[in-house]
Structures are given as structure tokens and as C-alpha cells.
């Protein structure tokens, strides 16, 4: 079993930063692509940003490319969201997940979600 948890959210002003990690323990899994997704309340769940499983390769939304950094730390099973200049329609929970299809932009071709965490950036 999977054991996958999310932190890094909080509160900050509009232009601030936060730094999500989402670390694994129990059973991993590292050899594959993971990537952020996040959603608003009544929404469905967006891409924002993935990650191949050696780190070669990233693949960012438009609306974050930029002003986020998606990296990973394979022997810490930890990967990182740098979120800089962050605007209100950030506003967000957050996810990480493992993807079995690649560099997939779609949220269905993930899984292992964790709880999320919240992300709000005032104007």
C-alpha cells in the first residue's frame, strides 16, 4: 500500500511562493511519472504540471508554465512543486499522483492521489 502525503499549502499574498512537496513511504512507487493536478470546489481536477520518472523530461499547463517548477528527489520519494509569482486563480487543493500512461495531461491516467493540500493566495 501506498502511503502518499502532500504538504507545503498555506495562505500567502499575491506574487509569494510555496514550495509543495509530496512524499511517499510504505510501498513505492518511482519508476513512473507523477505529476500535480490541482481543483476548486465544483471542479474538476487540472493538470499543472508532470514529471518523467528520471526527471528528463517535464511538461507544464500553460497557465503555470513560467512561474512553477516540478522536480523529484527518486531516493527520497519525494517530489516538489516550486510555485513563484503566484496569482489568485492559484487558488487551489492540490494534488500529486503516479501515472501508468506517461506524460499524460489527464487526471484519469493517474492514481495514488493523497489528501491534497490547500493553497490560497490573496489578492
Known amino acids: 500500500q501506498v502511503q502518499r502525503v502532500e504538504t507545503g499549502g498555506g495562505l500567502v499574498q499575491a506574487g509569494g511562493s510555496l514550495r509543495l512537496s509530496c512524499a511517499d513511504s510504505?510501498?513505492?512507487?518511482?519508476?513512473?511519472?507523477r505529476g500535480w493536478f490541482r481543483q476548486e470546489p465544483g471542479k474538476e481536477r487540472e493538470f499543472g504540471a508532470c514529471?518523467?520518472?528520471?526527471?528528463?523530461?517535464?511538461y507544464y499547463a500553460d497557465s503555470v508554465e513560467g512561474r512553477f517548477t516540478i522536480s523529484r528527489d527518486n531516493a527520497k520519494n519525494t517530489v516538489f512543486l516550486q510555485m513563484n509569482s503566484l496569482k489568485p486563480e492559484d487558488t487551489a487543493v492540490y494534488y500529486c499522483?503516479?501515472?501508468?500512461?506517461?506524460?499524460?495531461?489527464?487526471?484519469?491516467?493517474?492514481?495514488?492521489w493523497g489528501q491534497g493540500t490547500q493553497v490560497t493566495v490573496s489578492s
Open positions: 499522483g503516479t501515472s501508468w500512461s506517461g506524460s499524460s495531461r489527464n487526471p484519469t491516467a493517474y492514481d495514488y
Open positions: 510504505g510501498r513505492t512507487v518511482s519508476r513512473y511519472t
Open positions: 514529471i518523467s520518472w528520471r526527471g528528463g523530461s517535464t
